[in-house]
């Protein structure tokens, strides 16, 4: 470390490397602040700043009146992402194949498309649309989030409406208003939670999250566009790629 470097960074540095070489195996403690001012000679400033570094990059967790642990290493569960076309029923079937209990809850009602969703379904700004938001369990515990944007001609009838057993397929709903779905995509970048996400998937501090931009095709036009919220200290995603000769 360059000496002009700030002094928090050789705590970080230090700390970290104990980390990584399993020094400070998972759930250690980590010193407090009062002991890394005392044995790294640096000030409270620098001690509370090292430990916020830390934790952001998901080395450590810090719980009220426990001080930090080195957090434990998660084991990813497999996300299949091309089995079957519902968010809700490979969630099921991935949870299932873990040993865990699947179970979700969803809420429909009539919104305005933002800018953004309105540009994936090809619409003007803030039309209206179906939205339906999903959290999905396993054995009780928040895995992941959904929130799906249709157009509303095909679900004007379903909204509001809530549950908490499987909603009726996007693909069913629409073959049942005539619409043949064609295609589905998948657009995958990983981003920062919003507190809200971060606050119902009860995120440790520093876990970012997978964000799936998911649309159904009829043809050439969007009718259901969904943004799939997965945490990137639970899950990794698979797919599978047919290959035509």
């Known amino acids: 470390m360059a000496n002009s470097d700030p002094v928090y960074l050789r705590v970080v540095e230090d700390l970290r490397r104990q980390i990584v070489d399993g020094t400070l195996p998972p759930g250690a403690p980590i010193p407090s602040r009062h002991q890394i001012t005392r044995k790294y000679s640096v000030g409270e400033t620098a001690a509370r700043h090292a430990l916020r570094v830390l934790a952001q990059e998901g080395l450590i967790v810090g719980r009220v009146g426990s001080g930090h642990r080195v957090r434990e290493k998660p084991t990813l569960l497999p996300s299949y992402r091309s089995r079957v076309p519902e968010p809700h029923t490979p969630f ?5 194949a873990s040993g865990r209990q699947p179970s979700w809850n969803w ?7 933002p800018p953004e969703i309105a540009q994936r379904l090809q619409l003007s700004q803030w039309s209206p649309v179906i939205r339906v938001r999903f959290v999905f369990r396993g054995d009780g515990k928040p895995m992941q989030l959904a929130t799906s944007y249709e157009l509303i001609e095909f679900g004007q009838s379903q909204a509001p409406e809530e549950g908490t057993s499987e909603r009726r397929s996007t693909v069913s709903r629409m073959a049942a208003n005539g619409t043949k779905i064609t295609e589905i995509s998948e657009s995958v970048h990983v981003r920062v939670p919003q ?14 999250v997978l964000h799936v931009e998911r649309t159904h095709w009829a043809a050439d036009r969007p009718v259901e566009t969904s943004d799939i919220v997965i945490p990137g200290d639970k899950f990794r995603l698979v797919y599978g790629i047919p290959v035509s000769l």
């Open 92 to 96: 099921a079937m991935d949870m299932q």
């Open 195 to 208: 507190p809200t996400e971060s606050d119902l998937l009860e995120l440790p501090t520093g876990v970012q």
């Open 107 to 113: 809420r429909s009602e009539l919104a305005e498309a």
